[in-house]
């Protein structure tokens, strides 16, 4: 996983880096150095700039693909914080909510790119000659092409549960074989009348 530590030059932070490392993550380390020290970051892990910097901020979370973020980026000096308690809300609120809305921004960019991959996935798929669908564990249907529609003997919508068009054989029975678990393929020869044969193949639902 891609993960951004801020104030990962920090005491805790730093320790946090080497753990994340450790695990096999892919570890970016956001700290201004005001109270991290360079030498506590390993010498290939970059350092990046200052939550106040809110494009530089954005910039890290989507040049790097950021997936998760460990905030560790605050001042935690008691004394200091009576004294100087405008310090403190500027870094420790402040800063915060600048970190907590580019992580929305980031969130909204991947959910878009998910939704377009989505829907040039449907243009694809209406576009084959093959009738195509999903259902869910339920053998509720997803998704379902014009040509699976046509297959089937009527109307086919997304929430539809899935139909059993043809007699002397259970597609949802075929169906319900590909959340089984062992990860096969499904494959069946159906002949739903005299002047049609239809080859069925089943791909395996994807653990979670």
């Given at each position: 996983?891609?993960?951004?530590?801020?104030?990962?030059?920090?005491?805790?932070?730093?320790?946090?880096?080497?753990?994340?490392?450790?695990?096999?993550?892919?570890?970016?380390?956001?700290?201004?150095?005001?109270?991290?020290?360079?030498?506590?970051?390993?010498?290939?892990?970059?350092?990046?700039?200052?939550?106040?910097?809110?494009?530089?901020?954005?910039?890290?979370?989507?040049?790097?693909?950021?997936?998760?973020?460990?905030?560790?980026?605050?001042?935690?000096?008691?004394?200091?914080?009576?004294?100087?308690?405008?310090?403190?809300?500027?870094?420790?609120?402040?800063?915060?909510?600048?970190?907590?809305?580019?992580?929305?921004?980031?969130?909204?960019?991947?959910?878009?790119r998910i939704e377009g991959e989505r829907d040039r996935l449907r243009?694809?798929?209406?576009?084959?000659?093959?009738?195509?669908?999903?259902?869910?564990?339920?053998?509720?249907?997803?998704?379902?092409n014009a040509e699976a529609v046509r297959?089937?003997?009527?109307?086919?919508?997304?929430?539809?549960?899935?139909?059993?068009?043809?007699?002397?054989?259970?597609?949802?029975?075929?169906?319900?074989?590909?959340?089984?678990?062992?990860?096969?393929?499904?494959?069946?020869?159906?002949?739903?009348?005299?002047?049609?044969?239809?080859?069925?193949?089943?791909?395996?639902?994807?653990?979670?």
């Amino acid at each position: 996983m891609r993960i951004l530590v801020t104030g990962g030059a920090g005491y805790i932070g730093s320790h946090m880096v080497r753990v994340l490392l450790a695990r096999g993550h892919d570890v970016y380390i956001y700290d201004n150095l005001v109270f991290g020290h360079r030498t506590a970051v390993p010498a290939e892990r970059p350092l990046v700039g200052d939550l106040a910097d809110a494009d530089v901020l954005d910039h890290a979370l989507l040049i790097n693909r950021i997936e998760a973020v460990v905030h560790f980026a605050a001042f935690a000096f008691v004394g200091e914080s009576v004294t100087n308690p405008a310090k403190y809300y500027r870094n420790n609120v402040a800063n915060s909510l600048t970190l907590f809305e580019r992580m929305r921004r980031q969130l909204r960019r991947s959910f878009r790119r998910i939704e377009g991959e989505r829907d040039r996935l449907r243009m694809l798929l209406e576009r084959l000659h093959e009738g195509v669908v999903t259902v869910d564990e339920h053998l509720v249907v997803r998704f379902a092409n014009a040509e699976a529609v046509r297959m089937l003997g009527g109307r086919l919508s997304e929430g539809d549960p899935l139909p059993d068009p043809w007699p002397g054989f259970s597609l949802r029975e075929f169906a319900s074989r590909l959340f089984d678990g062992d990860g096969a393929l499904a494959q069946e020869h159906v002949r739903p009348d005299d002047e049609r044969a239809v080859a069925l193949v089943g791909i395996p639902a994807q653990p979670e």
